[in-house]
């Protein structure tokens, strides 16, 4: 069966960091465009990075310079470094994998709590 799980977050200060694991399961990870999603309570959910197969990356341009996406596909895995974390990146983080030219192989995780807060 398909799955995505993501693991990492947590309640950090402002100005920490936090890093986010999306374990992923059930299909050809390799040949899966992956990103991070996030939604804040009352706001629509947005894209925060992606990672293509080939690893080209797209950044939120609120988080360019702070965040960084990477996969290592022999774990089948992709991954968020966050830093100098700010109150406004409080939300739910969500992983999803899109196959190219074929959208409609499109999972979600469950999605991690990222609280950021004094």
């Known amino acids: 069966q398909v799955q995505l799980v993501e693991s990492g977050g947590g309640l950090v200060r402002p100005g920490g960091s936090l890093r986010l694991s999306c374990a992923a399961s059930?299909?050809?990870?390799?040949?899966?465009?992956m990103s991070w999603y996030r939604q804040a309570p009352g706001k629509e959910r947005e894209l925060v990075a992606a990672i293509s197969s080939a690893v080209a990356t797209t950044y939120a341009d609120s988080v360019k310079g702070r965040f960084t996406i990477s996969r290592d596909n022999a774990k089948a895995t992709v991954y968020l470094q966050m830093n100098s974390l700010k109150p406004e990146d409080t939300a739910v983080y969500y992983c999803?994998?899109?196959?190219?030219?074929?959208?409609?192989?499109?999972?979600w995780g469950q999605g991690t709590q990222v609280t950021v807060s004094s």
């Open positions: 059930g299909f050809s990870f390799s040949s899966y465009y």
């Open positions: 999803n994998a899109v196959l190219p030219y074929y959208n409609n192989y499109n999972y």
